[in-house]
């Protein structure tokens, strides 16, 4: 692969990890505003949420600085960091989820997001 070709993937790579760690933000951000009773009933799971919320949130202003072109050391680390955390608590919750036969497609959804921003932030870890 040439030079111009593996930095045009470089810069599709990142942006398309602004769009996956945005979705995975709103969908966390979405189950949260729509489980308000979540806060009283299960105060352990709802602290699970808003901490999930934050390492999206944190990931995709990583990401977004990423594809704004800041090339960092340190930005790349906490990328790929944020992306593993991401990774493991939204395939965490799916393999929770299926083996409690509850929740149907969305934790899926949330494990494909969370694999798909740590392969992305795999792939352009590089400046």
Do not use: K, N
């Amino acid at each position: 692969m040439s030079v111009s070709a593996s930095v045009g993937y470089g810069r599709a790579g990142r942006l398309g990890l602004v769009a996956v760690a945005t979705a995975g933000t709103v969908d966390v951000a979405q189950f949260i505003l729509s489980s308000p009773a979540m806060f009283q009933s299960a105060p352990g799971r709802a602290t699970g949420s808003v901490v999930g919320l934050a390492v999206w949130l944190a990931l995709t202003g990583c990401a977004t600085a990423g594809a704004a072109g800041v090339s960092r050391r340190e930005l790349r680390t906490a990328t790929l960091g944020l992306a593993g955390l991401a990774a493991v608590g939204s395939v965490g919750l799916t393999a929770i989820h299926a083996a409690a036969h509850v929740g149907g497609l969305r934790p899926a959804l949330g494990g494909v997001l969370g694999l798909s921003a740590l392969a992305l932030a795999w792939v352009t870890r590089r400046p």
